[in-house]
């Protein structure tokens, strides 16, 4: 039976943009540190580095993978979108991964009473694929960092991999 695997990808915005500077290269973004990236599965789906920017997912032949993104201020002071996915190896074990937008509803905090949480409808936005063949997926995500007012700060890449393989 097919599964998702859903895969929080949570980065150091702040370090990343003070360390790699302001740049707005959409084309040819600097590969960043995998140290600045945070990814994290269930772990029946982690083969090795849980919650760090190497993370090796397994998945069966047939799942689905989703992929979400955020800074670690969570868009307070500044936003992170994926916007490219290259594939280096294993481009014929998935297929196109493709940004998604679903809109949803929410339950958000309600600070008079926080035992009645409040509904809100809003916009998931994902990257998805789906795994065709057993193997070894490595692949680049290219993302910008944007402040508060939607304003560029710079575009960067790093490169997980995935392990594909009937468990």
């Not at 973004?29 to 982690?46: S, W």
């Not at 795994?131 to 890449?157: A, P």
Request: with cysteine; glycine share 8%; proline share 7%.
């Amino acid at each position: 039976m097919s599964e998702i695997t859903d895969v929080l990808v949570s980065i150091d915005t702040k370090t990343i943009v003070d360390r790699y500077g302001k740049n707005c290269s959409m084309a040819n973004p600097p590969i960043i540190d995998f140290k600045h990236v945070f990814m994290i599965v269930t772990q029946g789906n982690v083969v090795s580095g849980q919650a760090g920017g190497e993370l090796d997912v397994a998945a069966t032949v047939g799942d689905v993978i989703r992929w979400r993104e955020c800074s670690l201020s969570l868009g307070f002071e500044q936003s992170c979108i994926f916007y490219k996915f290259i594939g280096n190896q294993g481009n014929d074990l998935i297929s196109p991964p493709s940004p998604r937008e679903a809109e949803v509803t929410i339950p958000v905090p309600n600070p008079p009473d926080p035992t009645k949480p409040k509904k809100q409808k809003c916009s998931n936005y994902f990257w998805s694929c789906e795994t065709l063949k057993t193997g070894r997926v490595t692949y680049h995500f290219q993302f910008m960092v944007l402040d508060r007012s939607g304003n560029l700060c710079g575009c960067y890449q790093w490169d997980p991999f995935i392990t594909i393989r009937n468990h």
